[in-house]
């Protein structure tokens, strides 16, 4: 069975600092990986998502994750922080032979300081 | 182009009453998904469908839930009756197709029910 581990509940960065939220995922086969962000009110929005190739990944609002298969993760970074990045972040595994369900990790809270 | 709709955004019942949730997903979008999601946890799925056809209901509580994709377009979820434990964001969720090859999920903004 696909599961993934978010291991910090809640994250408090200042406005400008950088980010990086954990994700840990546990899947025998090539898991296929996602970062979403849902704020406030909203629903879920796709930020990134790893196949296969290059394991840098480039996502909207300038989120990157690293896909490291020897550690199982998947992290996500951006440099800079903005005070509108204050949100809950999912990260969530899928296969392709399931059908590309998605199992979420428990989320990761980030609040910004000014 | 509009997204998934959902109604009602909030909900208030007491136990052993009945809800129903509303979703309209995107047009033109085959999958749809319910998910639950209770506080401090992601969200889990529900049920799957296909058309008007269920795919994969593994994880619907079918003493309680039930759901209805009429039409293969909109779709209702139903909880009879109700129960603390289902205090909960449901969130729908619609995608071109399911299968073979990736199709993103869409969001929409939930329905919060509180059981009381």
């Known amino acids: 069975a696909q599961s993934v581990t978010q291991p910090d509940i809640h994250i408090t960065v200042s406005e400008g600092a950088s980010l990086e939220l954990r994700c840990n995922y546990s899947?025998?086969?090539?898991?296929?990986l996602f970062w979403y962000v849902q704020s406030p009110g909203q629903g879920l929005q796709l930020l990134l998502k790893?196949?296969?190739?290059?394991?840098l990944v480039q996502g909207i609002k300038g989120f990157e994750a690293e896909f490291k298969r020897s550690q199982s993760s998947f992290n996500l970074r951006k440099p800079s922080v903005h005070w509108s990045d204050a949100a809950e972040y999912f990260c969530?595994?899928?296969?392709?032979?399931?059908?590309?369900?998605?199992?979420f990790g428990a989320g990761t809270t980030v609040t910004v300081r000014a | 182009e509009a997204g998934v709709a959902q109604s009602p955004r909030y909900k208030i019942i007491e136990k052993r009453q009945s809800v129903a949730f509303w979703c309209n997903p995107i047009?033109?979008?085959?999958?749809l998904y319910w998910y639950q999601q209770i506080l401090g946890q992601g969200p889990k799925l529900l049920i799957q469908?296909?058309?008007?056809?269920?795919?994969?209901d593994s994880q619907l509580p079918k003493d309680r839930f039930s759901a209805e994709r009429l039409k293969g377009v909109d779709s209702t979820l139903k909880i009879q009756p109700a129960k603390l434990e289902d205090s909960a964001v449901y969130l729908c969720?619609?995608?071109?197709?399911?299968?073979?090859?990736?199709?993103?999920?869409?969001f929409g903004p939930g329905t919060r029910l509180t059981v009381l």
């Open positions: 969720a619609s995608s071109l197709d399911s299968g073979d090859s990736y199709n993103e999920q869409f």
């Open positions: 899947y025998g086969a090539t898991p296929y």
């Open positions: 790893y196949f296969s190739g290059d394991t």
């Open positions: 969530a595994v899928g296969a392709r032979s399931n059908d590309y369900k998605l199992s």
């Open positions: 047009s033109g979008h085959a999958t």
């Open positions: 469908f296909q058309n008007n056809g269920v795919v994969d």
